[in-house]
């Protein structure tokens, strides 16, 4: 039985959005072809119809989740309330892919590095629209601190088994953001 390709491309999309949800909850080696299938409600003999390998599911999963983050302008500080929030921390299947997977990211093949440098790019360039600062290179400096800050509280605040300082780490963070920290450009001496 052909399948239309309208059908074909269904699949794949929920192959990715399976993917990406189960990378993100468990990691990428812990995850196995047979398990996204599943996940995604078709047969385990259906994969290669649409990717190359786990590599490439990997690599093309990253693609998909980063591709479809933000809208193309955001404001700094109105992203930062939702993105350091407690149930943004606890939402590991749902929440953002560079805190789930960055450091997962590192160790894989070029392709998934090279996904994963592009949604950076993507997200820089967004919060450059609606970072303060006098001029270019001011607001890509407080997009690029601002993206990293709040990365590393997402990262930090997941680690944490304190659930006082995981909600300090976030709330912190966000205060800096909104106080215009990020703004501030560094002391060189």
């Known amino acids: 039985m052909r399948v239309s390709r309208e059908r074909v491309a269904e699949n794949r999309m929920r192959i990715l959005e399976a993917a990406s949800r189960l990378f993100r909850a468990h990691g990428f080696e812990a995850v196995t072809v047979a398990e996204v299938m599943k996940a995604a409600g078709l047969t385990h003999g259906g994969f290669y ?10 690599a093309q999963a990253l693609a998909h989740v980063l591709a479809a983050a933000a809208p193309s302008e955001v ?64 607001r890509r400096r407080a997009a690029i601190g601002s993206w990293a800050a709040m990365v590393g509280a997402v990262i930090l605040a997941r680690l944490s088994d304190d659930p006082e300082l995981s909600d300090e780490m976030l709330a912190e963070t966000r205060a800096w953001i909104a106080g215009k920290g990020a703004a501030e450009a560094p002391d060189n001496g």
């Open 49 to 58: 119809g649409h990717f190359k390998s786990k590599d490439d599911l990997i």
């Open 75 to 138: 404001d700094l500080a109105d992203y930062a309330a939702t993105y350091l929030s407690p149930s943004h921390r606890d939402d590991l299947a749902g929440g953002c892919p560079t805190a789930g997977l960055g450091g997962e990211t590192i160790r894989q093949p070029p392709e998934a590095r090279a996904a994963m440098t592009a949604g950076l790019r993507r997200q820089i360039e967004r919060f450059i629209q609606g970072a303060p600062g006098d001029g270019p290179a001011e």
